[in-house]
């Protein structure tokens, strides 16, 4: 299952630059996760720091 990036988004990229395969790329006003490159890995997740990362 891919991850998801929530609304809580602040757009400071730190979760793009954690994700070791590029799945997450600026969007409409957050960052937004490419479910068929995303390897469910988790990194994304433990390097937002507002928590705006969940697995889907």
């Not at 730190?14 to 068929?36: F, Q, R, S, T």
Request: charged content about 15%.
């Amino acid at each position: 299952m891919a991850h998801v990036i929530n609304d809580s988004c602040v757009s400071c990229g730190a979760c793009a630059g954690a994700c070791p395969v590029g799945a997450i790329h600026p969007g409409d006003g957050k960052y937004e996760v490419d479910a068929e490159a995303c390897i469910d890995c988790g990194a994304c997740e433990g390097a937002c720091p507002t928590g705006a990362i969940t697995a889907e």
